[in-house]
């Protein structure tokens, strides 16, 4: 039986979050099946599509739970295709790494990032696989709700479609070569990175945000 991933885009539903820096997660995932001539179907929990390689089978989801309750879906979808931890991967974005910067971890705690939290109390676990998507920190005192929930920049949008490649490339090598190697080429400092502003944000990872 081919091996299965429950690939996972953490953002928040409706056209007003769309390109916005929280929906990371969907925007990568829009872009793997966009590219991978597949589309989204809404079902139970969320957006969903199928994509294959090299024998593996990937089902993408795009909660419909608004961030903030991601755990429900990813709960639900973990047990209607039977998976076990190991084949979980969630894509989420961090205030506390540079724009374009990619850390993938085979387990972790959430950071203080809503959707990972909500995902681990649901699951009662942490030992499950997850690439945080850096967005910068660019915003003055009290000003991190409208940043992440801002829209990207035009420079911004522009990278995401390189920014997306080389996260779909780490999930699919984690199928092939294990997590281990692959973070080995995920975790590297992009060639080019935006330059982020310096407001004395020293933020623990991930964007703690209220309920929305």
């Not at 589309?39 to 294959?52: C, N, Q």
């Not at 387990?107 to 910068?136: M, P, T």
């Not at 009290?142 to 390189?162: A, C, F, M």
């Not at 935006?194 to 623990?204: D, I, Q, T, V, Y």
């Amino acid at each position: 039986m081919a091996a299965t991933y429950l690939v996972v885009g953490l953002g928040n539903i409706g056209a007003e979050y769309a390109k916005t820096r929280h929906n990371m997660g969907f925007m990568i995932l829009d872009a793997w099946a966009q590219a991978s001539n597949v589309l989204f179907k809404t079902d139970r929990y969320g957006e969903v599509a199928e994509v294959s390689f090299k024998g593996r089978w990937f089902v993408l989801l795009k909660p419909s739970t608004y961030m903030n309750l991601s755990g429900n879906a990813v709960r639900y979808w973990m047990q209607q295709l039977h998976l076990p931890l190991e084949n979980l991967i969630v894509i989420s974005d961090d205030i506390a790494l540079p724009f374009g910067t990619l850390r993938m971890r085979a387990n972790g705690s959430s950071g203080g990032h809503n959707g990972l939290e909500d995902i681990s109390r649901k699951l009662e676990s942490e030992q499950w696989a997850r690439i945080r998507v850096g967005i910068g920190n660019g915003f003055s005192r009290g000003g991190q709700i409208d940043y992440v929930l801002g829209t990207l920049s035009k420079e911004e949008l522009e990278q995401v479609p390189d920014l997306a490649a080389r996260v779909i490339q780490g999930i699919k090598d984690v199928s092939t070569i294990g997590i281990q190697r692959a973070m080995n080429t995920v975790n590297t400092k992009p060639q080019v990175q935006k330059k982020e502003k310096s407001e004395g944000n020293e933020e623990k990872s991930g964007s703690k945000l209220p309920e929305i």
